[in-house]
């Protein structure tokens, strides 16, 4: 399923038969090459997956995703990817669930499609279909059909609802990968963190029964203290291994929804994400162990930072856009506005790519502000939350030539902070963060 060194620079070599590949200098490429260097290659379905934050190669997203960076050698960001949350109901109850709060009857289908077409109009090259549980709509399929080939199409799921039948429909229906949520390799854990007996095994079938329909096949883990402390990962690991998934995506747990007042001992410190950065590193250089996406590590300053609000978006059932999937600031809606009219207003609030989690910095401002409903719209924090920062830009950035000056986004040789692979080290500043804590 992994690819050996040789087919991985064999491939590597490919991508430049892709013609926006082929517009970049040859010394941007090399370094993005260099930087991916940790990254395990899967092949799936005749394509070559590098991990579920890029598209496959070859397909049309790929080539909108090329379009995406020669933009950002020009200095101007497109989205890569974004995460439309198709209902808000749910048969769980997770203790950590970011849905929360969040109100509004579900946008129809009609809008749904119109936000999708004007998504992919933009040049969004990976669109994600969350929720709550997406299998909850009925016409699931109707919207996966919607995204043509320039986005693959990713479904969050927990596994209700994902039978055999759904997993073949949807399969006609274009979707590319899927992402079961398993927080545990212990059933009664898993059951106990989502709420519900039975969810264990429900996440189980759903897996194999993705498998089966040859979907681009993920495990999503919330790594708890306990699970990164208590010694369980190498049994996760396993257990992943059995089920012959893909790749492992590696969250934490997020001061947003059911914990946007959540007890700060459930958040991961520093040398804890350090752990999952590592995991990241030492999985996916090992052909005998299964391939690791770790968020700690993709969203690193050494890495790719946070691109909330700047190449991703988040779309709530209701319409409201969102920087991300956690950040519960709304900057319009899709029933109102056009996706591109919000999309500007977001991407000129957040004008450059970010070496730190927007949310974990700005979390306490969102607290201050928030009176049971979510999400809080933009004008209710703009004076509030750290938009700006001077920090620097993330490795990713940096090699595509951006540095920040004063704020603004400019595109031309760079200086760059050297902390790479650890987190920026505290600047003092006045905003309460969770960095702090
Ligand atoms: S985290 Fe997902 S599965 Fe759990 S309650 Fe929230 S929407 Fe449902
Ligand atoms: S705000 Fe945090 S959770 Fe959201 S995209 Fe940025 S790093 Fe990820």
Not at 192 to 209: K, M, Q
């Amino acid at each position: 399923m992994y690819l050996t060194k040789l087919a991985k620079e064999v491939e590597w070599l490919k991508t430049l038969r892709v013609p926006e590949m082929r517009r970049l200098p040859l010394r941007t490429l090399w370094r993005i090459r260099r930087m991916l260097k940790d990254e395990k290659l899967v092949r799936v379905d005749g394509k070559v997956m590098i991990n579920s934050f890029l598209p496959p190669v070859p397909s049309e997203a790929f080539r909108g995703l090329a379009r995406g960076l020669h933009a950002l050698t020009q200095g101007r960001a497109v989205p890569v990817s974004t995460y439309v949350a198709v209902t808000n109901a749910c048969p769980y109850r997770c203790w950590h669930c970011s849905r929360e709060f969040r109100v509004g009857s579900d946008m129809p289908l009609g809008t749904m499609l119109g936000a999708i077409r004007e998504l992919q109009a933009l040049g969004v090259s990976i669109i994600g279909l969350t929720g709550g549980e997406p299998l909850v709509r009925k016409d699931l399929e109707q919207i996966v059909a919607g995204i043509d080939e320039r986005s693959v199409s990713i479904l969050f799921t927990s596994g209700a609802g994902l039978t055999p039948g759904r997993a073949r429909a949807l399969k006609r229906a274009g979707l590319f990968g899927v992402a079961v949520s398993l927080d545990h390799y212990e059933p009664g854990i898993h059951d106990a963190r989502r709420g519900r007996p039975g969810a264990f095994e429900t996440a189980l079938n759903a897996i194999r029964a993705s498998k089966r329909m040859g979907f681009y096949t993920m495990l999503q883990l919330v790594a708890t203290r306990d699970v990164i402390e208590g010694g369980s990962i190498p049994r996760y690991l396993a257990l992943a291994q059995e089920l012959g998934v893909h790749e492992i995506r590696v969250l934490e747990p997020m001061p947003a929804g059911r914990l946007l007042h959540g007890d700060p001992s459930c958040f991961l410190k520093p040398h804890e994400r350090q752990e999952l950065h590592r995991l990241h590193q030492r999985t996916n250089r090992s052909r005998r162990l299964p391939k690791v996406c770790a968020f700690a590590y993709v969203e690193d300053a050494g890495m790719f930072g946070c691109g909330a609000g700047f190449q991703h978006m988040y779309i709530d059932a209701a319409g409201n856009v969102c920087p991300c999937d956690f950040t519960p600031i709304s900057f319009g809606n899709v029933r109102h506005e056009s996706v591109q009219a919000v999309w500007q207003r977001l991407n000129e609030a957040f004008a450059r790519p970010r070496r730190r989690c927007f949310l974990l910095e700005n979390a306490a401002a969102l607290r201050r502000q928030f009176d049971g409903t979510l999400p809080i719209p933009y004008e209710e924090l703009k004076d509030s939350c750290r938009f700006r920062c001077r920090d620097g830009v993330p490795r990713y950035y940096r090699e595509l030539g951006w540095r920040t000056e004063g704020g603004t986004r400019q595109k031309s040789k760079v200086e760059g902070s050297k902390v790479e692979g650890r987190e920026a080290p505290c600047r003092g500043c006045e905003v309460d963060c969770f960095y702090c804590l």
